[in-house]
């Protein structure tokens, strides 16, 4: 399986503080996608980082990527309440098909 | 431009009937995901589309699943005789192609009583 596999598992932080996420994936990718999900909704596109890019921001997101330690990060900045979600990388592989693992849950205190 | 269409949002339905959900991808993109989510995970692969072409069926997926997307725009999802254990969030998304972004639809929740 390539799926992506998000460390930590939950994550809670005050606001103001940054929060970082890690993937890791196993097999060759594409590229790599980022998306939040609140409670119960659909998932939001984030970001996409291709393969043959190391980092790309938007907004108070950055996300890297190692394709040699097949890994992931993404960091939000400055975080707030209104961040507080699950959040799921999905390694792309060479076919196209994304696969998702299980998640990170932030929790934004105010 | 108006996102993922999914349809409907919400279904209960009794154990043993068949069910069929509906997904709009954004005009003109040619790839077509299905996923099943349940509380607590991530979204679980099953099956997606290049134009009317299904490219892959995930082998969890028993025989009571099916999936079409007859003229390469929209899709349809259908459950044949319906398990407590299909009580779930289905995500439907598309994209361009294979190497651009997925967008998501709200998803269908089904509730299997």
């Known amino acids: 399986s390539q799926q992506g596999e998000e460390d930590p598992q939950a994550l809670s932080i005050q606001e103001g503080e940054n929060a970082t996420m890690n993937c890791s994936y196993k097999?060759?990718?594409?590229?790599l996608q980022w998306y939040r999900q609140n409670s119960g909704r659909g998932l939001v596109h984030l970001i996409l980082?291709?393969?043959?890019?190391r980092e790309k921001h938007s907004g108070r997101l950055r996300v890297t990527l190692d394709t040699s330690k097949k890994s992931s990060s993404l960091l939000i900045t400055a975080s707030r309440a209104a961040d507080t979600a699950s959040y799921f990388c999905?390694?792309?592989?060479?076919?196209?098909?994304?696969?998702f693992g299980q998640g990170t849950e932030l929790s934004v205190k105010p | 431009d108006t996102g993922v269409s999914q349809d409907p949002r919400h279904k209960i339905t009794k154990r043993g009937q068949n069910v069929t959900f509906r997904c709009d991808p954004i005009?003109?993109?040619?790839?077509l995901y299905w996923y099943r989510q349940t509380l607590g995970q991530g979204p679980e692969f099953l099956t997606y589309?290049?134009?009317?072409?299904?490219?892959?069926k995930s082998r969890l997926l028993s025989d009571r699943f099916s999936a079409e997307r007859p003229k390469g725009s929209f899709s349809t999802l259908e459950i044949q005789r319906t398990e407590q254990g299909d009580s779930a969030m289905y995500l439907c998304?598309?994209?361009?192609?294979?190497?651009?972004?997925?967008?998501f639809g709200q998803g269908t929740r089904l509730t299997v009583v």
């Open positions: 998304a598309s994209s361009l192609d294979r190497v651009n972004e997925a967008f």
């Open positions: 980082i291709r393969s043959n890019e």
């Open positions: 999905a390694p792309i592989n060479q076919g196209g098909k994304l696969i």
């Open positions: 097999t060759s990718i594409n590229n």
């Open positions: 005009s003109e993109h040619n790839r």
């Open positions: 589309f290049q134009n009317e072409a299904q490219l892959e």
